[in-house]
Structures are given as structure tokens and as C-alpha cells.
């Protein structure tokens, strides 16, 4: 979004002079012009009104990286190292960038109002267009070795989850290992990366978040989804309070993991497992059986007969048996 600036000041939905917003950014009032005509080639509906100006009649839903910082508590906002892009590659692999580049100790976290080669689990893309949805990477570091990413996986979800309910989201579920569902369709993903090695028992990974928020149509998308302005459509979501929420959340959970390790994250995880009672199956057909809930490491238990049988993430995908 080239006229994100212009935008920015239109997005208040008031009537603005050519001759205001040229001032306001220092161009001229023809650089307006051209600006506004392109945002209304990208799809907006921004009225003129003869001899007073220009009104954006679309609502729109900026990101601001100030707004970002204020939904944080003080002591989280001065440790991560906030980066707002309009447009990304993909915002995992913008992470892996500036932590070659940076070294100051801070969380670095990065979100993007779209990317160009957004990355799901299993290979997928994806799908991220402009000024719809929240699409957030943070690089976290650990101590121990790379046995914990499993629960990592599993706590980034219930951190998301509650991220959710505490902006007034009601009945957050999650699909084993960590996909967000709301009201039966995927909301949420999440895609965490290892980069680089093992070095003397400190593990990075790259966490990104993807986060449908307005989207009404996506082509390309493979299973049923939904968004927080589809499924609750009487509130006016914020993308920055949803992402200060996110941030907030994820880094509490990342450190009580870090701290005490998955013992507590399994009863949050089971209060929200989609999973529970029903009758499930392995991707491959290789398996089926009951949803039982998650172990004490996070894999997930299916009963079959008489036994339940283990199944780690990353290693087997799980479906509904219809
Ligand atoms: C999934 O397949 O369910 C995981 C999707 C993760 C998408 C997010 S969007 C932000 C971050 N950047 C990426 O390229 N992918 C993740």
C-alpha cells in the first residue's frame, strides 16, 4: 500500500482538503491526487467533494506501531524490538534477517500488513493480502535442546488462544498441535522454524503467527476457514489491540515454559481440544480411534480398543472421521 501515509490520514473518515493532506506530507497537492487515485485502483471508495476535499467512505483497519506498543504492559514494550512493514517476503523469514543483523538482546518481532511468500505448515503458502489480517513473527531463544520444541508448538497455541479471549473472543478451540479454530473453521496458524544449529544449548526458532481478522474471500484457501469479523461481526475488530494482545500473551507463555516447562500448559491446551471424544483418523489412514487429550509432552492420545496410542506432532496429521 503505497498511500499508506495519505491513508493514515484519511482513515478517520472526516473530509480532508487536497491543499491539508498536501501540506500534512510535504508533497504536493498533484502528488495528492495521483496518491488518492491509486488507492482507489487498489479497491477503496474514497469520495471527492468539489472544493472541499476528499472522504474515505471504506473503513479501514491501519496498522500502527505506536498503538502496537501501548497495548503492551511497560516492561514488555522496552524488550522487544517492534518492526511495522507494509509489505514482506514473509514476516519468519524477516526475522531470520535482522537477527544476523542485531544483537541488542531485545525479542525482535515483526508484522507486516502483507506478504508476498507467506509460508504455512507441511510447505503451504499462506494467503495474505493487504489490509485484512495479522501476520506476526517474534524470535525467541531457549535454553535446552530441541526435545522442547514439541510442547514450544503446543503452548504458542493455548498463548494464542487466550490472546483471543482476553479481547472478548468466547470459545477459542484448538486443533492438535496448535491450529486456533473458532466456531468449527480455522482462524489461526502457526508456523515455528528452527534457525540455525544447536549451540551450546541454546536453541532459536522463529515463531509466526497468521491470523485471519477481516478477510471475507481468499482463492487458494484448501480447508474451512473463518474470520473474527465473519464469525463476530456485531464488534469492530482492531488489528493493533489483536496483535498487542498476541505479543503480550505469546511472551508470558514462552517464558512460564521457559521457566517450568509444559506441566501447566496441558490442562490449558485440553480445555480447548476440538479433538475430545471425537472419532478421529490418521491423515494416511493409518490410524484411528477416539480423542483422548495430549500427554504430559504434548503428543496426542488416541484410544483405540484397548489401548491409546501416542502420536507426535510433526509426525502424523489428524482428522475428524466422517
Ligand atoms: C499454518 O499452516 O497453519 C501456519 C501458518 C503460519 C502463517 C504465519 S503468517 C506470519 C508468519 N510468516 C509466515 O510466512 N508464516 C507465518
Given at each position: 500500500?503505497?498511500?499508506?501515509?495519505?491513508?493514515?490520514?484519511?482513515?478517520?473518515?472526516?473530509?480532508?482538503?487536497?491543499?491539508?493532506?498536501?501540506?500534512?506530507?510535504?508533497?504536493?497537492?498533484?502528488?495528492?491526487?495521483?496518491?488518492?487515485?491509486?488507492?482507489?485502483?487498489?479497491?477503496?471508495?474514497?469520495?471527492?467533494?468539489?472544493?472541499?476535499?476528499?472522504?474515505?467512505?471504506?473503513?479501514?483497519?491501519?496498522?500502527?506501531?505506536?498503538?502496537?506498543?501501548?497495548?503492551?504492559?511497560?516492561?514488555?514494550?522496552?524488550?522487544?524490538?517492534?518492526?511495522?512493514?507494509?509489505?514482506?517476503?514473509?514476516?519468519?523469514?524477516?526475522?531470520?534477517?535482522?537477527?544476523?543483523?542485531?544483537?541488542?538482546?531485545?525479542?525482535?518481532?515483526?508484522?507486516?500488513?502483507?506478504?508476498?511468500?507467506?509460508?504455512?505448515?507441511?510447505?503451504?503458502?499462506?494467503?495474505?493480502?493487504?489490509?485484512?489480517?495479522?501476520?506476526?513473527?517474534?524470535?525467541?531463544?531457549?535454553?535446552?535442546?530441541?526435545?522442547?520444541?514439541?510442547?514450544?508448538?503446543?503452548?504458542?497455541?493455548?498463548?494464542?488462544?487466550?490472546?483471543?479471549?482476553?479481547?472478548?473472543?468466547?470459545?477459542?478451540?484448538?486443533?492438535?498441535?496448535?491450529?486456533?479454530?473458532?466456531?468449527?473453521?480455522?482462524?489461526?496458524?502457526?508456523?515455528?522454524?528452527?534457525?540455525?544449529?544447536?549451540?551450546?544449548?541454546?536453541?532459536?526458532?522463529?515463531?509466526?503467527?497468521?491470523?485471519?481478522?477481516?478477510?471475507?474471500?481468499?482463492?487458494?484457501?484448501?480447508?474451512?476457514?473463518?474470520?473474527?469479523?465473519?464469525?463476530?461481526?456485531?464488534?469492530r475488530w482492531c488489528r493493533n489491540e489483536v496483535a498487542?494482545?498476541?505479543?503480550?500473551?505469546?511472551?508470558?507463555?514462552?517464558?512460564?515454559?521457559?521457566?517450568?516447562?509444559?506441566?501447566?500448559?496441558?490442562?490449558?491446551?485440553?480445555?480447548?481440544?476440538?479433538?475430545?471424544?471425537?472419532?478421529?483418523?490418521?491423515?494416511?489412514?493409518?490410524?484411528?480411534?477416539?480423542?483422548?487429550?495430549?500427554?504430559?509432552?504434548?503428543?496426542?492420545?488416541?484410544?483405540?480398543?484397548?489401548?491409546?496410542?501416542?502420536?507426535?506432532?510433526?509426525?502424523?496429521?489428524?482428522?475428524?472421521?466422517?
Open positions: 500500500m503505497k498511500s499508506r501515509a495519505l491513508l493514515g490520514l484519511l482513515a478517520d473518515g472526516q473530509v480532508h482538503s487536497g491543499e491539508s493532506l498536501a501540506a500534512s506530507l510535504g508533497i504536493s497537492r498533484t502528488a495528492i491526487w495521483k496518491q488518492i487515485r491509486r488507492a482507489m485502483d487498489e479497491g477503496l471508495r474514497i469520495e471527492t467533494i468539489r472544493g472541499k476535499g476528499y472522504r474515505l467512505l471504506t473503513e479501514m483497519d491501519l496498522l500502527d506501531q505506536n498503538q502496537i506498543l501501548e497495548g503492551l504492559n511497560a516492561p514488555r514494550r522496552s524488550a522487544i524490538e517492534l518492526t511495522v512493514l507494509d509489505e514482506v517476503d514473509s514476516t519468519n523469514a524477516e526475522i531470520v534477517r535482522r537477527r544476523r543483523e542485531s544483537v541488542n538482546g531485545r525479542v525482535p518481532v515483526c508484522i507486516a500488513d502483507c506478504q508476498t511468500a507467506g509460508r504455512g505448515r507441511r510447505g503451504r503458502q499462506w494467503q495474505s493480502p493487504p489490509g485484512q489480517n495479522l501476520y506476526l513473527s517474534l524470535g525467541l531463544t531457549f535454553r535446552g535442546s530441541f526435545a522442547m520444541l514439541d510442547g514450544l508448538s503446543l503452548v504458542l497455541g493455548v498463548a494464542v488462544a487466550e490472546a483471543l479471549e482476553q479481547v472478548g473472543v468466547p470459545e477459542v478451540g484448538l486443533k492438535w498441535p496448535n491450529d486456533i479454530f473458532l466456531a468449527g473453521s480455522k482462524l489461526a496458524g502457526i508456523l515455528v522454524e528452527l534457525q540455525g544449529e544447536l549451540e551450546e544449548g541454546v536453541v532459536q526458532v522463529v515463531a509466526g503467527i497468521g491470523m485471519n481478522i477481516h478477510m471475507t474471500d481468499a482463492a487458494g484457501v484448501d480447508q474451512a476457514w473463518v474470520s473474527l469479523a465473519g464469525a463476530l461481526p456485531e464488534r498487542a494482545s498476541v505479543i503480550e500473551s505469546v511472551l508470558g507463555a514462552v517464558d512460564d515454559f521457559a521457566r517450568k516447562g509444559f506441566g501447566d500448559f496441558r490442562e490449558r491446551w485440553q480445555s480447548r481440544d476440538i479433538f475430545a471424544g471425537q472419532e478421529l483418523m490418521a491423515s494416511q489412514g493409518e490410524l484411528a480411534g477416539t480423542g483422548h487429550g495430549i500427554d504430559h509432552s504434548g503428543n496426542y492420545l488416541i484410544a483405540t480398543g484397548d489401548e491409546l496410542v501416542k502420536v507426535r506432532a510433526g509426525e502424523i496429521s489428524l482428522r475428524v472421521r466422517s
